[in-house]
């Protein structure tokens, strides 16, 4: 508990909103598996630790726990919450129903600027793999994603692919140790480029669609090697 509350501490702004700050460090470390699951967070400590009052770290345990990230049990404390299998299997329905209909319309009509952004970025992430920079290919694969919707002019539906996906995105980072699954997302990533700079939205639809359960296979893999981190 002292480790994650005390890199919240010394990277606190007083002059922003404390419980938005609180709550981005938090979450980002429980996205990342920097908290652990079943790992306990204090109001009490977490306040004392910050030097602020109770208040605006309650205000950030209550969105995490609206998120499904924290569990908030009666008498006995917050803890940050397993990987819930349901949360991950319907994250990935609402983010495949979005993402395969978006790639299928940029199949049917494009930019060059957006398919030579995104071959660049295709490139990038090659080189990360090749360099095993598992951090970096992630922010890679965000930004390969984000760029689809920003192109099809559909911002608001990345914003709500964010707020479903922080399952999903802890189950990436799970399975960061094997950097033959990054390769296999790159491989994915190109089906799915070529498809479109084909203008086939069949397939660009079907290869985005495979993507995206890839999830689900790593979910229910890793769930059978640490059933003390994902719970069906």
């Not at 630790?49 to 008498?75: C, K, N, W, Y």
């Not at 319309?105 to 660049?120: D, Y």
């Not at 799970?174 to 480029?193: E, N």
Request: hydrophobic share 45%; net charge neutral.
């Amino acid at each position: 508990m002292g480790g994650p509350a005390l890199s919240v501490l010394l990277t606190i702004n007083p002059r922003q909103p404390i419980a938005a700050q609180i709550y981005e460090k938090l979450r980002r470390a429980i996205i990342t598996l920097a908290m652990m699951p079943s790992e306990a967070l204090s109001e009490k400590e977490l306040s004392l630790q910050l030097g602020v009052s109770r208040t605006p770290v309650r205000e950030a345990l209550i969105r995490l726990a609206d998120e499904g990230l924290i569990d908030i049990l009666p008498q006995r404390g917050s803890f940050v919450a397993p990987i819930r299998l349901r949360d991950v299997e319907e994250a990935q329905f609402i983010r495949e129903a979005l993402e395969v209909s978006i790639t299928k319309r940029l199949a049917a009509g494009c930019s060059r600027r957006f398919l030579t952004e995104i071959k660049s970025n295709l490139y990038d992430q090659e080189k990360a793999v090749n360099a095993e920079a598992l951090d970096l290919f992630l922010d890679l694969d965000e930004t390969f994603h984000r760029s689809f919707c920003e192109e099809a002019s559909l911002s608001k539906s990345w914003r709500v692919i964010q707020s479903v996906k922080l399952q999903m995105d802890r189950v990436r980072y799970l399975s960061l140790p094997d950097p033959s699954h990054l390769r296999t997302l790159l491989g994915q990533h190109r089906a799915v480029v070529d498809a479109i700079e084909a203008g086939d939205a069949v397939t660009a639809g079907n290869s985005m669609a495979a993507h995206l359960r890839e999830v689900l296979r790593t979910a229910h893999r890793l769930r059978e090697q640490r059933a003390d981190l994902i719970e069906a």
